[in-house]
């Protein structure tokens, strides 16, 4: 068996199917990009459509175009989440979704795409303010401006209004409170400005969880999809995790004390160790830190810790004489009664569970199952 990334395709179903009814009447736009946070676009896209996603998110014009033989015969329509380069529209325009969505946060980026859709059918936008991200966005208070220049720009229409929250997945940090009062009031100037945007929506999966007064018409729904909390703050029971990667050992051998095991020789048996490897490295996303920082894996159902640097096509794992060539080993996910997650690899690696997914390599297979 080759390393593999079983994608358990119920599980986002269930996932996408518990936040649409916690969401109501907003609609759930599915966010697949970075290759559906490294489970595979297309799959997830397909699952998340049919457990009532009703719009897919994108961070780049050739991820919209890897969407368009799925999104056009479901009629659903497609967002690309930020202004991109011309020269990246320009070469994927032919290619897009026939429900493209693009995102504007300037005067030129409209003006571009207005020149690209002419004489074709008019494009529709999401005008996306800049409530306290500072990432991309229109300043509040020129969000009108933009909105009156797109209206009078023959090949667009104004479809909708958005943002984007910073500390979302912090119950406690009161900015989220500031980032929405902001957002309401651009969409309050907007409307008296006699602006009209049908899809307003400001929560990511954060939002969509635990804050109410973000939901508007649609939430934009990533992490949580994919069976993950945003972060530790924020409770995931109910969510159930679609990633679980496989792999087996591909040789075992006894290290006396005092060798030390892979590159750099930062790692020691201090007695005789049996020392297992398994055939995936940071290549695939495993990083080369992953044992100083104490990332394990399972073998037999118990954790083993990751000893010595991560190479680029292997690992090795600190085992016992239990464990033989062939043996299963669980590098994300449950085997036996424990489970490797990805918030604990993310905790222990000081970094957070998207990174993890995202980082899982092209060579790891992704199998969808259920
Ligand atoms: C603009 C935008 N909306 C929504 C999302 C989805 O966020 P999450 O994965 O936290 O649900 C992202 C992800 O980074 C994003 O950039």
């Given at each position: 068996?080759?390393?593999?990334?079983?994608?358990?395709?119920?599980a986002?179903?269930?996932?996408v199917a518990?936040?649409?009814?916690?969401?109501?009447?907003?609609l759930?736009c599915?966010?697949?990009?970075?290759?559906?946070?490294?489970h595979g676009?297309?799959?997830v896209a397909?699952?998340?459509?049919?457990?009532?996603?009703?719009?897919?998110?994108?961070?780049?014009?050739?991820?919209a175009?890897?969407?368009a033989?799925?999104?056009d015969?479901?009629g659903?329509?497609?967002?690309?989440?930020s202004?991109r380069?011309?020269s990246e529209?320009?070469?994927?325009w032919?290619g897009?979704?026939?429900?493209i969505?693009?995102?504007v946060a300037?005067?030129?980026?409209?003006?571009?795409l207005?020149?690209?859709a002419?004489?074709g059918p008019?494009?529709?936008?999401h005008?996306?303010v800049?409530?306290g991200?500072?990432?991309?966005?229109?300043?509040?208070?020129d969000a009108s401006t933009?909105?009156?220049?797109?209206?009078?720009l023959?090949?667009?229409?104004?479809?909708g209004?958005?943002?984007?929250?910073a500390?979302?997945?912090?119950?406690?940090?009161d900015f989220?409170?500031?980032q929405?009062?902001r957002?309401?009031r651009v969409?309050?100037?907007?409307?008296?400005?006699?602006?009209?945007?049908?899809?307003?929506?400001?929560?990511?999966?954060?939002g969509?969880?635990t804050?109410?007064?973000?939901h508007?018409?649609m939430v934009?729904?990533g992490?949580?999809?994919?069976?993950?909390?945003?972060?530790?703050?924020i409770?995931?029971?109910?969510?159930?995790?679609?990633?679980?990667i496989?792999?087996e050992v591909?040789?075992?051998?006894?290290?006396?004390?005092?060798?030390s095991?892979?590159?750099g020789?930062?790692w020691?048996?201090?007695?005789p160790?049996v020392v297992?490897?398994?055939p995936v490295?940071?290549a695939?996303?495993?990083r080369?830190?992953s044992g100083?920082?104490?990332v394990e894996?399972?073998?037999g159902g118990?954790r083993?810790?990751?000893?010595?640097?991560?190479?680029?096509?292997?690992?090795m794992?600190?085992?016992d004489?239990s464990?033989?060539v062939?043996?299963e080993?669980t590098v994300?996910?449950?085997?036996?009664?424990?489970?490797?997650?990805?918030?604990e690899?993310a905790?222990?690696?000081?970094?957070?569970?998207?990174?993890v997914?995202v980082?899982?390599?092209?060579?790891i297979?992704?199998?969808?199952?259920g």
């Amino acid at each position: 068996m080759t390393t593999t990334a079983h994608i358990d395709t119920a599980a986002v179903a269930h996932n996408v199917a518990m936040i649409r009814d916690h969401v109501g009447d907003s609609l759930v736009c599915a966010v697949v990009k970075a290759d559906g946070y490294g489970h595979g676009a297309i799959g997830v896209a397909r699952v998340a459509i049919e457990a009532g996603a009703s719009w897919l998110a994108v961070a780049t014009a050739p991820e919209a175009v890897e969407l368009a033989s799925l999104a056009d015969p479901a009629g659903v329509a497609v967002l690309v989440l930020s202004e991109r380069p011309d020269s990246e529209l320009r070469a994927a325009w032919a290619g897009l979704p026939s429900r493209i969505r693009f995102v504007v946060a300037t005067e030129s980026g409209a003006r571009t795409l207005d020149s690209l859709a002419a004489p074709g059918p008019t494009v529709p936008v999401h005008i996306k303010v800049d409530t306290g991200m500072h990432r991309v966005g229109v300043d509040p208070v020129d969000a009108s401006t933009l909105a009156d220049l797109v209206e009078s720009l023959p090949s667009l229409q104004l479809e909708g209004l958005c943002s984007h929250l910073a500390v979302a997945d912090e119950p406690s940090n009161d900015f989220t409170a500031i980032q929405i009062r902001r957002f309401d009031r651009v969409l309050a100037d907007m409307v008296s400005a006699g602006h009209d945007p049908a899809i307003v929506h400001l929560a990511n999966s954060a939002g969509a969880l635990t804050l109410p007064a973000t939901h508007h018409d649609m939430v934009r729904l990533g992490i949580a999809m994919y069976g993950v909390a945003p972060s530790a703050m924020i409770d995931s029971s109910g969510l159930r995790p679609a990633m679980r990667i496989t792999s087996e050992v591909s040789a075992v051998r006894l290290v006396e004390a005092g060798e030390s095991v892979s590159y750099g020789r930062r790692w020691y048996a201090d007695r005789p160790t049996v020392v297992a490897t398994v055939p995936v490295g940071y290549a695939d996303g495993i990083r080369r830190d992953s044992g100083m920082a104490g990332v394990e894996m399972l073998v037999g159902g118990v954790r083993r810790p990751i000893i010595g640097a991560v190479t680029m096509d292997q690992t090795m794992l600190m085992v016992d004489d239990s464990v033989v060539v062939g043996d299963e080993v669980t590098v994300i996910g449950s085997q036996g009664s424990d489970e490797i997650s990805v918030a604990e690899i993310a905790e222990r690696l000081g970094t957070i569970p998207y990174e993890v997914l995202v980082s899982v390599g092209a060579r790891i297979g992704r199998r969808m199952v259920g």
